[in-house]
């Protein structure tokens, strides 16, 4: 049998008012019936149902955006009842509820707890966030630990340094503290970082290590918790000495709809590369509103997954965005969304140093190889302007910032990484095919300027394919990856020396990455 008298206790924040009623949790009896059910309403009212769908409770209104602690109290029989505590804003982890709502006589709560059903029924993203869910037959589960670590990232590797955002809540300080050993003995601690009251994001750059070298790292909160199973803690491998031949690899890929059940992500962890190469479609929240609070939730939707937890685990992530991550579907430089992009990706994404503050283009260096990363959406111009000098996929200030890299790379290898497709002849899909006009314009100045090394590595359209310089613009070769999980595009229309997959956009959902070595 299951527990007579049951509490249950949630965390639950909704980052705008359900669209319809939504269900996040039902209790089931021991004899597999419904016993008792709590549901949001549009209005953001919580509801009580018990046996047969009847009404028993109802609570204050919650505000959209702002945690609150739901409590449940269920004496489960025929004659049962029923308390439901609710406490918000300030008082989210306080003592006496701001609202109490009790069975007025009886009511038929079933025959006793013996299942937890947790989560939305309805496949809606965005629909709100369940967190520290506690069940007891005792007394009230009353509020969760004082703190937690939600999540971690890595990223800005050098040979001698990376950085790590955390992502808290309820902590004010922390630090980070790394090893060379992988039990985290004998660690060396950064200096305690503060987290932003508003995002609970706290960054830490750890500076002076040995190259080529791995390293274990953990988050210690100020009360000395520290944090160390896999989906918190994480490890990386310092990247060889600039200008010094060196092995490595590293896995490329982009557009993730539903990271829950993408095995490439994991697969592409398990390679062990140096680091992944996201080019754009993080997630596909395809926030169009200026609202950094809906950006950060968007992000929230990737980190937060356990496969990008295990898989980010012992792999640094570098990453650019394109249209669904950056501001909607195929948006570009006139995007209302784009300052709250702009703002959460620095704050959210432990990023490589940013040379404008409008643009998040960037460059770094492994071993002989250097990577340039462009932002291919802050400044783009619509897709259907007429294709001349005034049409651009990376604006002027990042065009010159490009030509004045490149020119002054002295690596051999030049990986220059675009979301959009370089390969491509179409003139109405998203790819450089509708911007040949500023395409030439590069490839004139790196031909002029005997600039020589120049890779092209892109995302966006749905498809592994390779071209060795045969087909593609300015004679470069190229390497197209995507999807980590979506349905296949062909788009670009451009011609591979070594073919494409899927052959055909046949509507199943693929799980691909590349890896190059």
């Known amino acids: ?89 300030a008082n989210v982890n306080g003592t006496t509820p701001d609202d109490t709502q009790t069975t007025a006589t009886t009511a038929d709560y079933g025959l006793d707890a013996n299942e937890w059903r947790i989560g939305s029924t309805a496949s809606i993203v965005q629909d ?17 630990s004082p703190g937690m670590l939600l999540d971690r990232c890595v990223g800005n ?97 982009s557009c993730m709809t539903s990271l829950s059940i993408a095995e490439s992500f994991m697969a592409a962890s398990d390679e062990a590369p140096l680091f992944t190469l996201f080019t754009g479609d993080l997630h596909y929240e395809d926030v169009e509103v200026n609202s950094p609070s809906l950006m950060r939730d968007a992000y929230r939707q990737f980190f937060r997954k356990p496969v990008a937890r295990d898989a980010l685990y012992a792999m640094p992530m570098h990453y650019t965005w394109d249209d669904h991550d950056f501001a909607g579907n195929n948006s570009d430089g006139t995007a209302v969304a784009k300052p709250a992009a702009q703002s959460t990706y620095r704050d ?51 065009k010159a910032w490009l030509k004045s890299t490149l020119l002054a790379a ?26 040949t006009t500023e395409r030439t314009e590069l490839i004139n100045y790196m031909t002029t300027n005997s600039i020589t090394g120049v890779h092209f590595v892109s995302g966006d359209t749905h498809m592994l394919a390779a071209d060795d310089g045969t087909n593609a613009p300015g004679g470069y070769p190229c390497i197209q990856s995507s999807p980590f999980n979506n349905n296949p595009s062909i788009k670009g229309g451009g011609t591979w020396s070594e073919g494409f997959f899927p052959p055909t956009e046949d509507g199943l959902t693929y799980r691909l990455y590349g890896l190059v070595t």
């Open 128 to 144: 709100g966030h369940l967190d520290d869910i506690a069940i007891s037959d005792v007394d009230w589960c009353g509020p969760a």
């Open 410 to 435: 002295t690596e051999p290898v030049k990986i220059i990484v675009s979301s959009a497709v370089w390969n491509a002849s179409s003139t109405v899909d998203d790819t450089w095919g509708a911007y």
């Open 157 to 253: 590797v050098t040979a001698t340094s990376f950085s790590v955002n955390t992502n808290t809540i309820g902590i004010a300080t922390g630090r980070i503290g790394y090893s060379v050993n992988s039990d985290y003995s004998a660690p060396t601690y950064t200096g305690y970082g503060t987290a932003d009251a508003t995002t609970g994001y706290t960054r830490f750059d750890i500076t002076g290590l040995d190259a080529n070298t791995v390293y274990y790292f953990f988050y210690e909160d100020d009360n000395g918790v520290q944090y160390q199973g896999r989906r918190q803690a994480g490890s990386l491998t310092t990247h060889p000495v600039d200008g010094v031949p060196a092995t490595f690899k590293f896995v490329v890929g």
């Open 348 to 398: 959210r994404v432990p990023h490589y140093p940013l040379p404008a503050s409008d643009s998040i283009n960037h460059t770094f260096v492994v071993g002989r190889v250097r990577f340039i990363v462009l932002d291919c959406r802050s400044f783009r111009s619509p897709t259907v302007n007429t294709d001349d000098a005034s049409k651009t996929m990376i604006g002027a200030t990042q």
């Open 1 to 89: 049998g299951g527990l007579s008298t049951s509490y249950t206790r949630m965390y639950l924040r909704l980052p705008a008012l359900p669209s319809s009623t939504r269900r996040i949790m039902q209790v089931n009896d021991s004899a597999g019936t419904q016993c008792a059910a709590i549901e949001v309403l549009t209005s953001g009212v919580i509801r009580v149902k018990n046996v047969a769908n009847t009404l028993d409770l109802t609570s204050i209104a919650l505000n959209a955006n702002e945690w609150v602690r739901l409590e449940l109290k269920v004496v489960h029989g025929a004659a049962g009842n029923a308390e439901l505590r609710v406490y918000q804003g």
